[in-house]
């Protein structure tokens, strides 16, 4: 499997309760290196931006407002099959339905205030990672 990179979001329930470094471990003790990261605070219209895909979805008005409710980390992991990888030790969307052991379970709230966004396909990865960081602030 090739070196990939994917977007990784720690999400404001998250930081919040000052787990930023925890979850970090998560990712390195997985083998993921952390090579771009920053803390920042989205804007709404960058918060409908990012999860347009969803716009249509009952949830989206919440999901927009969770994500603009405080600070998030927006990061660039990388590694072999980094895509895929991620969403593994990141767990299901749910974190009543996420496996023993991953972020989801152990530190999400809700199915909303669940910790971590990954992106979902090497594609996507490109396009969410191109949002938020500029080639020069990825240090492989
Ligand atoms: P994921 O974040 O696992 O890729 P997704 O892309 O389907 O999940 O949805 C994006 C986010 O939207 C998800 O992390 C939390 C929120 N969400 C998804 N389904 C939801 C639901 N049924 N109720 C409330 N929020 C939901
Ligand atoms: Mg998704």
Redesign the pocket.
Known sequence: MATERTLSII?PDATRRNLTGKINARFEEAGLRIVAQKRVQLTKAQAEQF?S??KE???FG??VA?MISGPVVVQVLEGEGAVARN?EI?G???PANAAPGTI?ADFAE???A?S???S?SAENAAIEIAYFFAGSEIVG
């Open positions: 999400k999860y895909v969803h979805r009952s949830f919440e999901l969770f969403r990141m299901a969307t749910n989801r809700s199915v909303e669940n971590v966004h990954g979902d």
